[in-house]
């Protein structure tokens, strides 16, 4: 796969304060990478030494193989981004701010091209109103419209679904399903995390500065599954469980809960039966993403 952003060891510091400290990643060609942590984590501070809004210290970032610090105009122009709050001329229609960005990228479009974009951001009922009349989750939509007005091999996102309604968060995975199976990478932070759970690949966390965890998303559901089982002889069964196949269980009223690091239903079925213990209910259960963030977050301390 191409690595189309790839941070080494980046650091950022304010004085004698490490606000990012050594971090280290790769984002890989038509990947969709969820940036989490605790507010003041440092992600707002990552984003904007990625898109050149802030110099990092120590490290290098490199963007389509193209240093920031060395080839920056070339590295920089494979990126579109929104930063905290897009910005636009509230005089201006939406599509007259398109038109106006469109015109000052690099990668001229047409007027075909534009229009697609509008309603692939499923703006094309509100796009001719100026935008001083638009909701927060308008502004957010059109900002993506800008972001994405260059092709950009790279977006960057902060906080995209701020303001959005169930509806228009729902648009914006699906957005997002398409720009991942057009091949474009996607960074995007987020305290949605539902919506990260269900739109990302892989998953950063940091922590104090810090990249705490690294993980792909297919990982994390395999190696997080909860097995809840119900039989006539609970005590029993946490026993033979643990004794014999090594697991750690939790005895409830209503039945036994194990966390399991690959699926070992079959063996745990076999023994329960092989004992003549009754097995009344097996159910797998996946930890979800806000389970585990938090998890993750409360063992390192906020």
């Known amino acids: 796969m191409t690595e189309v952003l790839h941070l080494q060891d980046v650091s950022k510091l304010i004085g004698t304060k490490r606000i990012i400290d050594q971090a280290t990643f790769t984002v890989e060609e038509g990947q969709v990478v969820g940036l989490l942590g605790p507010n003041g984590a440092g992600k707002t501070t990552l984003i904007r030494m990625i898109v050149g809004l802030m110099k990092h210290n120590t490290g290098s ?45 690099v990668k001229r479009g047409t007027a075909a091209e534009l229009d697609a974009l509008i309603s692939q951001v499923h703006l094309e009922n509100h796009i001719h109103q100026k935008v001083k009349t638009y909701s927060l989750g308008m502004r957010q939509r059109l900002g993506v419209a800008q972001a994405l007005i260059h092709q950009p091999d790279l977006l960057v996102l902060d906080e995209p679904m701020n303001g959005l309604d169930p509806k228009g968060m729902r648009e914006f995975r699906e957005m997002i399903q398409q720009l991942r199976a057009q091949g474009v990478s ?10 990260i759970e269900q739109i990302a690949d892989h998953l950063i966390i940091v922590q104090k500065g810090k990249i705490t965890h690294q993980v792909a998303m297919t990982d994390l559901k395999e190696s997080h599954n909860r097995l ?47 004992h003549q213990i009754g097995l009344l209910e097996m159910t797998l259960q996946h930890s979800s993403l806000e389970e585990t963030f938090l998890a993750w977050t409360e063992e390192g301390g906020l």
Do not use: C, W
Request: charged share 20%.
């Open 186 to 195: 996607v960074l995007v932070s987020s305290h949605q995390l539902s919506d």
């Open 61 to 105: 970032i490199q963007i389509m193989g193209h240093s920031l610090d060395t080839s920056f105009k070339e590295a920089i122009a494979s990126v579109g981004a929104i930063v905290e709050n897009p910005e636009f001329y509230n005089y201006m229609t939406g599509y007259e701010n398109l038109q106006q960005y469109q015109r000052m990228a």
């Open 228 to 274: 809840v089982l119900k039989t006539d002889n609970n005590v029993l069964a946490a026993s033979l469980l643990e004794e014999q196949l090594q697991l750690a269980v939790t005895v409830a009223a209503d039945g036994l809960t194990i966390t399991l690091a690959e699926d070992l239903r079959k063996e745990i079925a076999a023994l329960i039966v092989g």
